[in-house]
């Protein structure tokens, strides 16, 4: 095996592992986003899996501190959503419990 062949064996290797373990970028890379394709990307090889795949430049900018941001903010958004939905269920029942109390008055002075 010659070593273009290999290489690029590798590279599609690398590509496919990277479609079966994605990480959906945010902001894809500019080729990627140009043929409107999905960027997918494994963060140690700081290509996305399109770009790797067909042997082009890849100008994706995200590094790990800065996905690791990414992963705590979404983590904190899911955390605040599930309260506001706890939140939102507690309001809605008092608010039954409120007409249930009113209909009650409302029936002991008929």
Known sequence: MTRPE???I???CLASRIR????????PCSHCRDN???CLVYLSSRRCSECIDRN???DLVMTQPEWNRLDRDKECLRCQLEKAQDD???YRRREEELRARE????????
């Open 88 to 90: 939102l269920l507690d």
């Open 20 to 27: 079966n373990e994605p990480c959906h970028m945010p902001l």
């Open 10 to 12: 590798h590279a599609r």
């Open 103 to 110: 209909h009650q008055i409302r029936h002991e002075l008929a």
């Open 36 to 38: 409107g394709r999905h």
């Open 6 to 8: 290999s290489s690029l």
């Open 56 to 58: 082009v430049k890849c």
